[in-house]
C-alpha cells in the first residue's frame, strides 16, 4: 500500500506562495488518480486540486476558489506529487493533505 508524506507547509504573507510537496512510497503513483485536500479551521475538509493521468491523456480538476492560483503537477519519477500556491489568502489558512486511497498526515499553512 502507498504512503504519503506532505512538506512545504509554513507561514507566509498575503500574496506569498507556497509549494507543498506529497511523496509517495510503497507504490509508483503514476498510475493513481491524486490530489490535495485542506481542512480550515473550524470547518470540513474540502477538495483543492486532483489530477489523473490515464488513457487519452489526463484530467486536472480545481475547485473555484484556488483556480488561477494554484497548480497541481506530479514528477513520476520522483513519485511526487505538487501544489504551487500562488496569490495566497487568508481564507487558503488550513491543513493541507494529500490524498489517493490513503491519507498524507497533513501539512499546516498559514497566510496572514
Known amino acids: 500500500e502507498v504512503q504519503l508524506v506532505e512538506s512545504g507547509g509554513g507561514s507566509v504573507q498575503v500574496g506569498g506562495s507556497l509549494r507543498l510537496s506529497c511523496v509517495a512510497s510503497?507504490?509508483?503513483?503514476?498510475?493513481?488518480?491524486m490530489g490535495w485536500f485542506r481542512q480550515p479551521p473550524g470547518k470540513e475538509r474540502e477538495g483543492v486540486a486532483a489530477m489523473y493521468t490515464g488513457f487519452g491523456g489526463g484530467n486536472i480538476y480545481y475547485d473555484d476558489s484556488v483556480k488561477g492560483r494554484f497548480t497541481i503537477s506530479r514528477d513520476n519519477a520522483k513519485n511526487t506529487l505538487y501544489l504551487q500556491m500562488n496569490s495566497l489568502k487568508t481564507e487558503d489558512t488550513a491543513v493541507y493533505y494529500c490524498?489517493?486511497?490513503?491519507w498524507g498526515q497533513g501539512t499546516q499553512v498559514t497566510v496572514s
Open positions: 510503497g507504490n509508483t503513483i503514476s498510475r493513481y488518480c
Open positions: 490524498a489517493t486511497s490513503v
